[in-house]
């Protein structure tokens, strides 16, 4: 079965630093590009950054540029997202996801393999 897991996820005080994991099972993440997502309560799913397989990564969301960054370790078959300076609007459920490559970047176009999600929560 085809899986990503996240985790990292916890309680953080404003200006604290997480760093996410979303492990792969069932396959291997090197031939794949791999986004971040977030969703807040009441809120629609906010796309951050991704990754593709060659390790370029993009960063589509001006409120978290500067602060989060993302990376991956293929021979752990894992993709991170550090989250540096958190503020309390960085609270929300954080999602990856499998998503689009096209001409050698990746977008935040979602190819159907989620995880689960990890909550986040900022606050003092």
């Known amino acids: 079965q085809l899986q990503l897991v996240e985790s990292g996820g916890g309680l953080v005080q404003p200006g604290g630093s997480l760093r996410l994991s979303c492990a792969a099972s069932g396959f291997t993440l090197d031939h794949y590009a791999i986004g971040w997502f977030r969703q807040a309560p009441g809120k629609e799913r906010e796309g951050l950054l991704c990754?593709?397989?060659?390790?370029?990564?993009?960063n589509y969301a001006d409120s978290v540029k500067g602060r989060f960054t993302i990376s991956r370790d293929n021979a752990k078959n894992t993709v991170y997202l550090q989250m540096n300076s958190l503020k309390p609007d960085d609270t929300a459920v954080y999602y990856c996801?499998?998503?689009?490559?096209?001409?050698?970047?990746?977008?935040?176009?979602?190819?159907?393999?989620w995880g689960q999600g990890t909550q986040v929560t900022v606050s003092s």
């Open positions: 996801a499998v998503v689009r490559t096209v001409q050698a970047m990746c977008d935040m176009t979602p190819l159907g393999y």
């Open positions: 990754i593709t397989d060659r390790g370029r990564s993009t």
